[in-house]
T-cell receptor, first 114, second 113 residues
Framework: DAMVIQNPRYQVTQFGKPVTLSCSQT?????MYWYQQKSSQAPKLLFHYYDKDFNNEADTPDNFQSRRPNTSFCFLDIRSPGLGDAAMYLC?????????????FGPGTRLTVL | GDSVTQMEGPVTLSEEAFLTINCTYT??????LFWYVQYPGEGLQLLLK?????DKGSNKGFEATYRKETTSFHLEKGSVQVSDSAVYFCALSSMNTGNQFYFGTGTSLTVIP
Protein backbone atom coordinates (compact mmCIF):
# COMPACT_ATOMS: atom_id res chain seq x y z
CA ASP A 1 0.00 0.00 0.00
CA ALA A 2 1.14 3.52 -0.75
CA MET A 3 1.97 5.29 2.43
CA VAL A 4 3.92 7.78 4.52
CA ILE A 5 6.66 6.23 6.65
CA GLN A 6 8.49 7.86 9.52
CA ASN A 7 11.63 6.61 11.19
CA PRO A 8 12.33 6.13 13.93
CA ARG A 9 9.00 5.94 15.76
CA TYR A 10 10.70 6.88 19.01
CA GLN A 11 13.84 8.97 19.32
CA VAL A 12 15.68 9.89 22.48
CA THR A 13 18.36 12.57 22.40
CA GLN A 14 20.27 14.65 24.86
CA PHE A 15 19.91 18.35 25.41
CA GLY A 16 21.87 20.12 22.67
CA LYS A 17 22.72 16.98 20.68
CA PRO A 18 21.65 17.27 17.03
CA VAL A 19 19.00 14.86 15.83
CA THR A 20 17.51 14.01 12.44
CA LEU A 21 14.06 12.61 11.83
CA SER A 22 13.18 10.90 8.58
CA CYS A 23 10.06 10.75 6.43
CA SER A 24 9.53 8.85 3.20
CA GLN A 25 6.48 8.47 0.98
CA THR A 26 5.47 6.08 -1.75
CA UNK A 27 2.54 8.24 -2.87
CA UNK A 28 4.63 10.31 -5.29
CA UNK A 29 3.11 13.46 -3.84
CA UNK A 30 4.58 16.85 -4.63
CA UNK A 31 4.08 18.44 -1.23
CA MET A 32 5.58 17.31 2.08
CA TYR A 33 4.93 18.89 5.47
CA TRP A 34 6.49 18.74 8.91
CA TYR A 35 4.35 19.38 11.98
CA GLN A 36 5.17 19.55 15.65
CA GLN A 37 2.49 18.28 18.02
CA LYS A 38 2.79 18.73 21.76
CA SER A 39 0.66 16.83 24.22
CA SER A 40 -3.07 17.55 23.97
CA GLN A 41 -2.52 20.18 21.28
CA ALA A 42 -3.24 20.49 17.59
CA PRO A 43 -0.41 19.92 15.13
CA LYS A 44 1.62 23.06 14.42
CA LEU A 45 3.05 23.46 10.92
CA LEU A 46 6.81 23.99 10.91
CA PHE A 47 7.48 24.09 7.15
CA HIS A 48 6.63 22.44 3.89
CA TYR A 49 8.11 21.68 0.51
CA TYR A 50 6.30 22.07 -2.76
CA ASP A 51 8.57 19.89 -4.85
CA LYS A 52 11.97 21.46 -4.12
CA ASP A 53 10.59 24.83 -3.03
CA PHE A 54 10.98 25.26 0.72
CA ASN A 55 8.41 27.25 2.69
CA ASN A 56 9.16 28.10 6.29
CA GLU A 57 6.46 29.23 8.73
CA ALA A 58 7.25 32.63 10.18
CA ASP A 59 7.36 31.41 13.77
CA THR A 60 9.42 28.26 13.20
CA PRO A 61 12.63 28.56 15.24
CA ASP A 62 15.95 28.61 13.39
CA ASN A 63 16.88 25.54 15.39
CA PHE A 64 14.67 23.54 13.01
CA GLN A 65 15.89 22.83 9.48
CA SER A 66 14.70 20.56 6.72
CA ARG A 67 16.05 18.84 3.64
CA ARG A 68 14.30 17.18 0.75
CA PRO A 69 16.89 15.42 -1.40
CA ASN A 70 14.29 13.86 -3.70
CA THR A 71 10.53 13.46 -4.12
CA SER A 72 10.31 10.52 -1.75
CA PHE A 73 12.32 11.67 1.25
CA CYS A 74 12.23 14.58 3.62
CA PHE A 75 14.29 15.13 6.78
CA LEU A 76 13.81 17.27 9.85
CA ASP A 77 17.02 18.37 11.55
CA ILE A 78 16.96 19.82 15.03
CA ARG A 79 20.34 21.45 15.54
CA SER A 80 20.37 21.86 19.29
CA PRO A 81 17.31 20.27 20.90
CA GLY A 82 15.99 21.86 24.02
CA LEU A 83 13.63 20.38 26.56
CA GLY A 84 10.82 22.36 24.95
CA ASP A 85 11.34 20.50 21.67
CA ALA A 86 10.11 17.24 23.13
CA ALA A 87 7.02 16.44 21.08
CA MET A 88 5.52 14.23 18.41
CA TYR A 89 6.76 15.17 14.95
CA LEU A 90 4.39 14.40 12.12
CA CYS A 91 5.13 14.22 8.42
CA UNK A 92 2.33 14.63 5.90
CA UNK A 93 1.95 14.77 2.14
CA UNK A 94 -0.52 16.07 -0.43
CA UNK A 95 -0.61 15.52 -4.20
CA UNK A 96 -0.57 19.26 -4.87
CA UNK A 97 -1.53 22.47 -3.13
CA UNK A 98 -5.26 22.63 -3.82
CA UNK A 99 -7.47 23.41 -0.83
CA UNK A 100 -9.44 20.23 -1.55
CA UNK A 101 -6.38 18.00 -1.23
CA UNK A 102 -6.31 15.55 1.66
CA UNK A 103 -3.20 15.49 3.79
CA UNK A 104 -1.84 11.98 4.38
CA PHE A 105 0.02 11.60 7.65
CA GLY A 106 2.74 9.27 8.79
CA PRO A 107 2.59 7.59 12.21
CA GLY A 108 4.85 10.21 13.77
CA THR A 109 8.15 10.22 15.64
CA ARG A 110 7.97 10.82 19.39
CA LEU A 111 11.05 12.81 20.41
CA THR A 112 12.28 12.77 24.00
CA VAL A 113 14.98 15.23 25.10
CA LEU A 114 16.93 14.32 28.23
CA GLY B 1 -8.14 34.87 9.04
CA ASP B 2 -9.84 31.60 8.26
CA SER B 3 -10.12 29.28 11.26
CA VAL B 4 -12.13 26.55 12.96
CA THR B 5 -13.50 26.39 16.49
CA GLN B 6 -14.01 22.96 17.91
CA MET B 7 -15.98 21.71 20.87
CA GLU B 8 -13.85 21.36 23.98
CA GLY B 9 -13.43 17.96 25.51
CA PRO B 10 -12.95 15.54 26.95
CA VAL B 11 -16.11 13.66 26.03
CA THR B 12 -17.03 10.39 27.72
CA LEU B 13 -19.84 8.25 26.35
CA SER B 14 -21.21 4.81 26.97
CA GLU B 15 -21.03 2.29 24.16
CA GLU B 16 -23.87 2.67 21.62
CA ALA B 17 -24.53 6.28 22.62
CA PHE B 18 -24.99 9.03 20.02
CA LEU B 19 -21.99 11.24 19.36
CA THR B 20 -21.87 14.85 18.26
CA ILE B 21 -18.67 16.89 18.17
CA ASN B 22 -19.27 20.47 17.15
CA CYS B 23 -17.08 22.35 14.71
CA THR B 24 -17.74 25.82 13.34
CA TYR B 25 -15.61 27.73 10.91
CA THR B 26 -14.81 31.29 9.96
CA UNK B 27 -13.89 31.90 6.35
CA UNK B 28 -14.30 34.62 3.78
CA UNK B 29 -14.25 32.25 0.83
CA UNK B 30 -15.09 28.62 0.25
CA UNK B 31 -12.94 26.39 2.41
CA UNK B 32 -12.65 22.63 2.34
CA LEU B 33 -13.45 20.97 5.65
CA PHE B 34 -12.01 17.81 7.14
CA TRP B 35 -12.29 15.57 10.18
CA TYR B 36 -9.19 13.67 11.23
CA VAL B 37 -8.88 11.04 13.96
CA GLN B 38 -5.79 10.35 16.05
CA TYR B 39 -5.49 7.14 18.05
CA PRO B 40 -3.07 7.10 21.00
CA GLY B 41 0.55 7.25 19.88
CA GLU B 42 -0.36 7.44 16.19
CA GLY B 43 -0.47 9.99 13.40
CA LEU B 44 -3.63 11.59 12.06
CA GLN B 45 -5.93 9.67 9.76
CA LEU B 46 -8.51 11.25 7.50
CA LEU B 47 -11.98 10.34 8.70
CA LEU B 48 -14.03 12.29 6.17
CA LYS B 49 -14.10 15.53 4.23
CA UNK B 50 -16.37 17.89 2.34
CA UNK B 51 -15.25 20.42 -0.23
CA UNK B 52 -18.38 22.44 -0.92
CA UNK B 53 -21.58 23.57 0.74
CA UNK B 54 -24.20 20.89 1.43
CA ASP B 55 -21.69 18.07 0.83
CA LYS B 56 -21.92 15.25 3.33
CA GLY B 57 -18.79 13.32 4.20
CA SER B 58 -19.19 9.86 5.68
CA ASN B 59 -16.95 7.00 6.74
CA LYS B 60 -17.10 4.16 9.29
CA GLY B 61 -20.52 5.29 10.51
CA PHE B 62 -19.37 8.89 11.04
CA GLU B 63 -21.01 11.72 9.13
CA ALA B 64 -20.61 15.48 8.81
CA THR B 65 -22.45 17.94 6.58
CA TYR B 66 -20.88 21.16 5.31
CA ARG B 67 -23.48 23.79 6.24
CA LYS B 68 -22.71 27.23 4.90
CA GLU B 69 -25.74 28.88 6.50
CA THR B 70 -24.53 27.96 9.99
CA THR B 71 -20.80 27.76 9.09
CA SER B 72 -20.66 24.35 10.71
CA PHE B 73 -19.28 20.87 10.07
CA HIS B 74 -20.41 18.87 13.09
CA LEU B 75 -19.27 15.26 13.39
CA GLU B 76 -21.93 12.68 14.28
CA LYS B 77 -22.17 8.97 14.83
CA GLY B 78 -25.30 7.12 15.77
CA SER B 79 -23.77 4.41 17.95
CA VAL B 80 -20.21 4.69 19.23
CA GLN B 81 -17.97 1.76 20.05
CA VAL B 82 -15.05 1.43 22.46
CA SER B 83 -12.75 1.36 19.42
CA ASP B 84 -13.85 4.94 18.56
CA SER B 85 -11.95 6.25 21.58
CA ALA B 86 -9.49 8.74 20.11
CA VAL B 87 -8.87 12.44 19.58
CA TYR B 88 -10.85 14.06 16.76
CA PHE B 89 -9.61 17.15 14.91
CA CYS B 90 -11.65 19.42 12.70
CA ALA B 91 -9.58 21.14 10.00
CA LEU B 92 -10.01 23.73 7.28
CA SER B 93 -8.07 24.45 4.14
CA SER B 94 -8.66 27.43 1.88
CA MET B 95 -7.00 29.88 -0.44
CA ASN B 96 -6.89 32.30 2.49
CA THR B 97 -4.74 29.86 4.44
CA GLY B 98 -2.48 29.36 1.43
CA ASN B 99 -4.17 25.97 1.11
CA GLN B 100 -2.49 24.97 4.36
CA PHE B 101 -4.46 23.19 7.03
CA TYR B 102 -5.77 25.02 10.07
CA PHE B 103 -6.58 22.47 12.79
CA GLY B 104 -8.99 22.85 15.67
CA THR B 105 -7.78 22.11 19.17
CA GLY B 106 -8.99 18.51 19.13
CA THR B 107 -11.68 16.72 21.12
CA SER B 108 -10.79 13.66 23.13
CA LEU B 109 -13.46 10.95 23.10
CA THR B 110 -13.54 8.03 25.52
CA VAL B 111 -16.16 5.33 25.05
CA ILE B 112 -16.77 3.08 28.02
CA PRO B 113 -18.28 -0.41 27.77
Amino acid sequence: DAMVIQNPRYQVTQFGKPVTLSCSQTLNHNVMYWYQQKSSQAPKLLFHYYDKDFNNEADTPDNFQSRRPNTSFCFLDIRSPGLGDAAMYLCATTPGSASTDTQYFGPGTRLTVL
Amino acid sequence: GDSVTQMEGPVTLSEEAFLTINCTYTATGYPSLFWYVQYPGEGLQLLLKATKADDKGSNKGFEATYRKETTSFHLEKGSVQVSDSAVYFCALSSMNTGNQFYFGTGTSLTVIP
